[in-house]
Structures are given as structure tokens and as C-alpha cells.
């Protein structure tokens, strides 16, 4: 693909001159559509070392308004980085709605570079690539523009930058040894970059090759094809797009309805006895998954007033304070709003050897979500493959991930309802939006039961807890969380 | 202060089994009190090594429910956590209002590990110890509620832990060489501690010494000078905080009406020689600063339409992308609102070698927020000393900072305004809010007047860009800019 370039055509000086002019204009009325329609752009600019990428983008953004983009750069992760998933830190600086993001190349080189230095193993490549996949498909189902650019270079024209750097004493510092090495190696890592643009290339987000020899040419090349790209997305902004099947192997489950409720009860007695032993089991785990560095999530989700809140409290009870957190979740803020609806998930995760307790979680998506309009229908019904593909990710990389629906009939939550409104120290748990969903409780009923049918992977299945009888539920959760942690350790 | 703990009476063991069980009670009620009324609360957990902090935060959380608190441990700053201030970290986690948030040690284990080994200077430990001072006080005059234990043991029963844990395989790896180290430098580090708990010692944040040889004991002190300090806290909430002095230098400044605006102009040619040869300045020395890792703080505040967007940008323009960030500053969203103003400010200032341009600023709250009435008149009586101080920790952690306000007269903003109405491409720019801000211009300028006199401090005073003519403004700007930057490099 690297030869794609032989292809283009330089224009004369003053043609070029012209263009590249009419095209900055471009650029600075698409930047106000892009505001005014709330399209998210990501323009990732990857390349040779030493083909321009930082230049390149100083000169793209003399065209936006400062306010409306931002630069990232990533370096070699850090410790702390290293806890967390792949795709962690590249998610967390996707853009919001309105803005651009420009990136200073990204997980392409990330992936690139370990192949070509041999600390990236095949089948880790693979894996990453994967995730790219998925992730950048993701992000373009959801409105994202996605814009990937590689700056390409010769070898001798690498060589020749890379000495006229060395060069000086001021510039000298800009040339690693990494981009030394790929100069030696440069047919062997054309190899690799071309396999990436052919794992990586789909119709949404294209690879875009630049001509880099010439800055001027580049520039021109650049905008032409951000503006091309922007005005396609504004025009097919309120397509639909396709959605795609179930790749992934699901667990048995069952209809809420087909879930008998009596009988699931415990004495005081046999509650206190399991429960004792239940916590001290488990925070001896917790202590062994910390040193072996295991994330754990635990999502809870569940009925209004089926007891969720007393049941995470059993769990925590018996967790060291320093490592775990509990993530209320509510509607999201407007910051929160203006990007992927699993935005605030992926950067409230958990280091390894950290666990993230979920009170409510991204399936809100294809429950309330889906149940107030809140997001389109095209939407939700797409949601069940992303977070299916999200929660897989979060498996590959090596997170323990427990799933809770605390279950409760009807006429169970009338009784806590009418008991909460009529305790003054509990009248804060009820709202009048409570009282509204209840009325719709069959509709939830029916988005719940497709919820757990499409989303119960064996990666991350969703488990039951019958809890007319609170204290039963919360035996249950704590036996299925210390099975699940014995399992890892 | 150590000698603190023998005055403490331990009850007979029944007595002390009722009184703790009435506390843990009790912390359950104002936990929804705290709920109620906003309140965030600050628990701070300092001790010696071995003390016992992780595992009674473990107990007192017990009492809380799992939504409602976070814990956050520290430890030696990552090489990231060292190109930020001192405070950035500890201020980045203050709690959220009606909240809890438990830290196991902070600052003060910081700043004292760092006296006890040696590693930190008395004039630096002199500067750090001013900063938590100011940091505390902050806090609890804009409402937090900061409790301060520190956890007693002495030289024997340390060394009897510390050997208890080293005699097992599984709890060997939690004894540090510097819990050690302490042991067997008790005596000097207790002095140190001493010392400390002198030096930030103040009625509205005192330090409480807990007896903590027994845990059951130690509890209970906990909870009972907890329950204590929040329901203080609660009934004073309404009260308003005395108004401290300005302490540091200011600059002599001009009230607006008397700084001339005719004549700031210049002629197209003029600019443009201009501009080139700053903005060539500029560049230079955005990258002797980056690699210098001098951190760069410029503020943007000045009338609607007078000219702050196209200002920026022609300081942007010379700057290497990936080493600056230009922050919007609106209305805060709710999860800022729900923090010391400051707080969304704190967590965007720029790490070391790093531009950060505030278009709008913390002056939001003796401006907006005062006129509006967004916060109450002590509020911003208050906040004059606050930004002082805040701008002096950034200062005093090598920060360059600048700020600008951006000036034109009534007529000129009338021009502007009708101008974007009329054209098509600029009414984006201008809301209903705009002309009803419009209506308030005297009392915003007597605002602003105030605002520059009192936060002119010689280390970030005020500079008046003439913005009539934006060329000019633009160029004053410039010049300003490379002029701070020249004095540092």
C-alpha cells in the first residue's frame, strides 16, 4: 500500500498554491458545521519517524479555532499505564461531540513499533489488532469521523532528515534511537506498517498514505481529504448504520419470568453463619488478587428498591478500603453526554489488582436508554455487540467480571416502595421518577430479558440474584464472587 | 503533642462495646444528614507505619454507605505525579459535596517521610508546610469539613508489630524498609511529627492523636471526634468565614476608565512585520521552555466581543501542538459545581514544559458568579485571597503565569455585537446572554476594577490589552508573552 503514493500527482507551485489555499478556507467553515451538528472528529496522524507528523499538524490546526480542538501525544506507557487494558488510555482521549482530536500518532505505533522491535509477540499483535478493529468500527457506528493518516517517507529521505537533525546541538535530542534502527530496518518495517494498514483499513475509516516529501504537498493532500472526509460524514449523519451480529459465545439463560422467586430465603441464623464466613474467605482473596495484580468489575444492576445498595455492601464490608471503589452511576453530565456512551465506563476501570463495584451500569443503554428515547433506536439495538466487544476487552486483559441482576417481583417493590415512603430516614431512596418506571415495569421486563439473552457471553455472564429475600441475595452474590475469584487465583 | 494520648481514659470494655455501638449508629444518621445538606467531609488518616490506618478506615467506613464515601491512598509520586505542584494531586481528590473521602496519609506523610530520610530541604519542607496550611483552611472556609487523625503507637508496640508481620510469609512484603527506619529513629521522628502537628495545627482543621494500641479503643475515638466534628460542622454551616488579608505583594494597577484606548492601533503592514517576528520568538522558545520543563500558565479574561478567540489563536499558532492545551471555561458542569471552585481548575493546569490557555478563568467568581449571585458575597469577598494563593502555589512550583485582560469601551462591543447579529457566519458568537451582560456593564466593570487591584500580585499581575484594534491587542499580547517567557529561559 506504501507504493499507493506513487499515484499522486503533485501539482505545479501555483496550482498548489491555489488549492491548498480554497482548501484552509474549507476547513474553517466545515469546523463551524462540525459544531453546530455535534460531530466528533479523530484525526490520527501516524508516519515514518522524522516524516513531519508534529509539523503536519501545527499546520492543520491554523485553520480551527483553538477552542475547538485538541493535540494528543502518547510515549512509551508508564508504569501506571500498564494497569490498565489496551485500549484504556486511547478511549479516554477520544474527543467530544463538536471538536476535533488530533493525535500524534496513537495505537498504530504502539502496535507497529513492538512488532518491529520483537517485544510484541504474534498473537498479541493480533489481539491488538483486533481490539483496534472494534474499537475504531465503534467509534465510527457512533457518529465518530475517523481520519487515519500515514505520512509516508523514502528511506533515503528518513536518512536524510535524520542526519540534518543530528546535526545540530538543538535538534539533536529529537532523534532516537528508535528512528535509527527503522532506518536500517526500513524494508523490514514497511512490511509491518503495510500489514497494519490491511488488518486496520475498513470503508468507515480508510487508511489515507501522504505523500510526506514535501510539506507543502502533504498539507494540501491532508486537507483535501479531512475536508472530503468531514463533509461525507455531515451529509450521512443520520444514516443508520448496519448492526452487526453476535460474534461472541453466549451462556444459557433464562426468562425473568421463568425465575422462581419462593422459597429463596435464609434464617437469621444461617445468614449470619454464611455471611461471616463468606467475608472472611473473601477478603483473604482480596488480598491474594491485589499481589497478583487482578482486576475485578462487578456490575449490579437490578429493579428499583431490589436491594442492591445493602447487597454491595456486604461485598465491600469485607474489601481492604485501599482497593476498591464504588461508581454510582447516574444520567450523565453533559461532558459525559458529548461522547461514546461507554466513554465514562472505560475511565472509571480499574488498575490491576483494583476492584470497580458498578451501582447501575452502561446497560443503561438498552434499558432506560432504550425505554426514554434517550438514544436512537439504531443505537441500543447496536449496543449489545459494543458492550459485549467492551466487556471482552476488559476480559483480554485480564479482568475478572461479575455481572448482577437483583431480581424482585412486583408486588415485592410495591410493599418497599409504600415502606420507603412512609419511613421519613428512607424517603430520600424514592422519586417520583421510581413511581413512573414502575408503571412501566412489562417494558422494562421485555428489554431486561433480551438484555440478558444477548449479552450473557461466557466471558461475562450475567448471574441472578433472587432477592425478595435480601439476605439471600446477598449470600448469593458474595458465593458466586469468591467462586469467581478462586477461579484466577 | 504525642503525650496527648495519656490523657485519653479507655472505658471498661462494656462501657466501651455501648459506646461504640451508639457511634457507629450515629454516623449512620449524619451520613444522610452530610447527604442532605451538601456537606463533603475530609478524613485524613495519618500514623506511624503500622498504626493501623487501612484497617480502622476499614471499620469506620463500615458504618457508610458504599455510594457515599471513596478511600484514596498515595504513594511516592510517579515520575508524572513530579511535574505537577505539590497540591495538584491531594487537591485533585478533595471530596465531592455530601461526601466522604477517606485518605490512608497524604501530605503530611509526604512532607514528614521526606524530613525523617532526609530527602527534603527545611526551606522546602518550610514551603510545602505554608501550602498545606493555605490548602486546609481553603477547604473548610469554602465548607469542607477536614478531620485529622493521627495514629499513635509507641517505639515498642511498633517494633512488636512490625516484627509480627515480618515472622509470615503473607503479610512480610507490607513492612517497608522505612517502617524500619522508623522504628529505629523513633525518638527523631517523633520530634518531627511534633513539629508538624505544630505547624498545621488551626481551629477550623485541629489534629486529633488517637491511643491506637488497641483497635476496638482506637475506634471509637475515631468515630466519637467524628460524629463530633461533622454535627459542629452542620451547625455552622450557614455561618459565614472571616475574610483573610491579602498577604503577598501587589502591583501597582489602573482602574479601566483611565486607560486610554485611542491611538492603541496599528497598520496592517506594521502587524504583519510584527506578528511574524514574534510569533518566530515564540517558537523558539516554546521549545527551550519544553525542554527546560518550565510549566506555562496564560489566562484570558476581558468583555464579550472583545476580541479573546482570534488572541489565542495568534499565540497558538506558534506553539508546538502537542505542548500547550487550550481550556473553554463554561458554567461548571455538576460534578464541578459539586467541589471547591477551584478544583476544576487544579486538574487542568498544565504538567512541566507545558502550555496551558484559559480562555475564561477562575476570575469567574468575583465577576459572573458575583453578579449573578452564584455564590454568596463571602464567597467572593473571599476568593481575592484564594486566587492569590492558588496562583502562588503555581507560581512557587516554577510556573509561569500570565494573564490578560482583553479591553474595548461600550461602543466598540455595540458594533461587534450588532455586526455578528447581521452576519450569517458570526451568530454563533452572540446570545440573549450577551446583551443582558451588556446591560450590566457598570457593575461589571466596578467588578473588574476590583478584581485587577486586589489580584495584581508582582508574581501574576494583570496585563490590559488594548483591543480596539485587535492588531494591536494581538501584538501586545505576543510581546508579553515572550517577554515573561525570555525572563525565565
Known amino acids: 500500500m506504501l507504493e499507493n503514493v506513487n499515484y499522486l500527482i503533485r501539482p505545479e507551485k501555483e496550482e498548489e498554491r491555489a488549492r491548498l489555499k480554497a482548501e484552509q478556507e474549507k476547513l474553517g467553515v466545515l469546523q463551524m458545521k462540525i459544531k453546530e451538528h455535534n460531530v466528533p472528529v479523530l484525526v490520527?496522524?501516524?508516519?515514518?519517524?522524522?516524516?513531519?507528523?508534529?509539523?503536519?499538524?501545527g499546520e492543520v490546526i491554523h485553520n480551527i479555532d483553538p477552542r475547538f480542538f485538541k493535540v494528543a501525544t502518547f510515549t512509551d506507557r508508564t508504569e501506571e499505564e500498564k494497569r490498565y487494558p489496551f485500549l484504556h488510555r486511547y478511549f479516554a482521549t477520544i474527543p467530544e461531540a463538536g471538536k476535533f482530536r488530533f493525535l500524534d500518532s496513537g495505537w498504530m505505533d504502539e502496535v507497529t513499533r513492538g512488532a518491529m522491535n520483537g517485544t510484541l509477540e504474534p498473537d498479541e499483535y493480533k489481539k491488538h489488532v483486533d481490539s483496534i478493529r472494534r474499537f475504531e468500527r465503534s467509534l465510527t457506528d457512533n457518529g465518530y469521523v475517523v481520519i487515519?493518516?500515514?505520512?509516508?517517507?523514502?528511506?533515503?529521505?528518513?536518512?536524510?532528515?535524520?542526519?540534518?537533525?543530528?546535526?545540530?546541538?538543538?535538534?539533536?535530542?529529537?532523534?532516537?534511537?528508535?528512528?535509527?534502527?527503522?532506518?536500517?530496518?526500513?524494508?523490514?518495517?514497511?512490511?509491518?506498517y503495510e500489514q497494519y494498514f490491511e488488518d486496520t483499513f475498513f470503508p468507515a475509516a480508510p487508511w489515507y498514505?501522504?505523500?510526506?516529501?514535501?510539506?507543502?504537498?502533504?498539507?494540501?493532500?491532508?486537507l483535501e481529504t479531512m475536508n472530503q472526509a468531514i463533509e461525507t460524514a455531515l451529509q450521512n449523519a443520520s444514516l443508520s448504520v448496519p448492526i452487526p451480529q453476535n460474534m461472541f459465545p453466549l451462556a444459557k439463560t433464562e426468562k425473568l419470568a421463568d425465575i422462581p422467586l419462593e422459597g429463596k430465603e435464609l434464617t437469621e441464623e444461617e445468614y449470619r453463619e454464611k455471611l461471616d464466613s463468606l467475608q472472611a474467605e473473601l477478603r483473604e482473596l482480596h488480598n491474594r488478587l491485589y499481589r497478583k495484580r487482578i482486576p475485578v468489575i462487578i456490575a449490579y444492576e437490578g429493579w428499583d428498591a431490589a436491594g442492591k445498595g445493602g447487597n454491595i455492601k456486604r461485598i465491600t464490608e469485607s474489601l481492604d478500603p485501599r482497593g476498591y471503589e464504588v461508581h454510582p452511576i447516574a444520567s450523565p453530565e453533559p461532558h459525559e453526554k458529548a461522547r461514546h456512551f461507554l466513554w465514562r465506563f472505560w475511565t472509571r476501570m480499574p488498575k490491576t489488582?483494583?476492584?470497580?463495584?458498578?451501582?447501575?451500569?452502561?446497560?443503561?443503554?438498552?434499558?432506560?436508554?432504550?425505554?426514554?428515547?434517550?438514544?436512537?433506536?439504531?443505537?441500543?439495538?447496536?449496543?449489545?455487540?459494543?458492550?459485549?466487544e467492551f466487556e471482552k476487552e476488559l476480559h483480554d486483559g485480564g479482568a475478572v467480571i461479575i455481572k448482577f441482576w437483583v431480581q424482585i417481583d412486583k408486588d415485592t417493590q410495591l410493599a418497599r416502595f409504600t415502606d420507603r415512603q412512609n419511613t421519613p430516614e428512607k424517603q430520600w431512596k424514592i422519586t417520583d421518577e421510581d413511581w413512573r418506571n414502575r408503571e412501566k415495569w412489562d417494558l422494562y421486563e421485555e428489554a431486561i430479558n433480551e438484555m440478558i439473552a444477548k449479552t450473557s457471553t461466557v466471558y461475562a455472564?450475567?448471574?441472578?440474584?433472587?432477592?425478595?429475600?435480601?439476605?439471600?441475595?446477598?449470600?448469593?452474590?458474595?458465593?458466586?464472587?469468591?467462586?469467581?475469584?478462586?477461579?484466577?487465583l
Open 209 to 222: 498514505i501522504i505523500d510526506a516529501k514535501s510539506k507543502k504537498w502533504a498539507e494540501l493532500q491532508i
Open 353 to 388: 489488582g483494583h476492584i470497580a463495584i458498578f451501582d447501575r451500569t452502561w446497560y443503561g443503554r438498552v434499558m432506560v436508554e432504550r425505554l426514554e428515547g434517550f438514544c436512537s433506536e439504531n443505537d441500543w439495538k447496536r449496543a449489545y455487540n459494543e458492550i459485549n
Open 461 to 488: 455472564p450475567w448471574h441472578i440474584l433472587e432477592s425478595v429475600d435480601k439476605k439471600y441475595a446477598r449470600i448469593k452474590a458474595l458465593s458466586i464472587v469468591v467462586e469467581e475469584l478462586k477461579k484466577v
Open 148 to 192: 487515519k493518516f500515514f505520512l509516508h517517507i523514502s528511506e533515503k529521505e528518513q536518512k536524510k532528515r535524520l542526519d540534518a537533525l543530528e546535526d545540530s546541538k538543538d535538534t539533536k535530542w529529537r532523534v532516537s534511537k528508535f528512528d535509527r534502527f527503522q532506518n536500517k530496518n526500513y524494508d523490514k518495517c514497511a512490511k509491518i
Open 44 to 57: 490520527l496522524f501516524e508516519g515514518w519517524g522524522s516524516s513531519g507528523k508534529g509539523t503536519l499538524i
